[in-house]
């Protein structure tokens, strides 16, 4: 089993900033975060392996960063130039012995 906790999320305005973190409760190879808005399937946003091998969704690339304390168990996802279309609940997600596991998930929403 594992456990995440996720903080970070709320409401900015465009082109600004939020950092979402999340801590596991064991080391994990493959952790990431997803996000999901009304309506729409739950996409990757970013996902980082082992001692950092990251991988983007294109429309997130250049924006947004990824990163992991493999001593803390912890990753996080620093979002800059944020868009109105990344409004969405984020869910931080590892992936153990075969299956994905989930975070309660996170609003964040972009408006002025």
């Known amino acids: 089993q594992v456990q995440l906790l996720e903080s970070g999320g709320g409401l900015v305005q465009p082109g600004g900033s939020l950092r979402l973190s999340c801590a596991a409760s064991?080391?994990?190879?493959?952790l990431g975060w997803y996000r999901q808005a009304p309506g729409k399937q739950r996409e990757l946003v970013a996902n980082i392996i082992g001692r950092g091998s990251t991988n983007y969704a294109a429309s997130v690339k250049v924006r947004f960063t990824i990163s992991r304390d493999n001593a803390k168990n912890t990753v996080d996802l620093q979002m800059n130039s944020l868009k109105p279309e990344d409004t969405a609940v984020y869910y931080c997600s590892a992936e153990y012995n075969f299956r994905n596991y989930w975070g309660q998930g996170t609003q964040v929403t972009v408006s002025s």
């Open positions: 064991r080391i994990i190879t493959v």
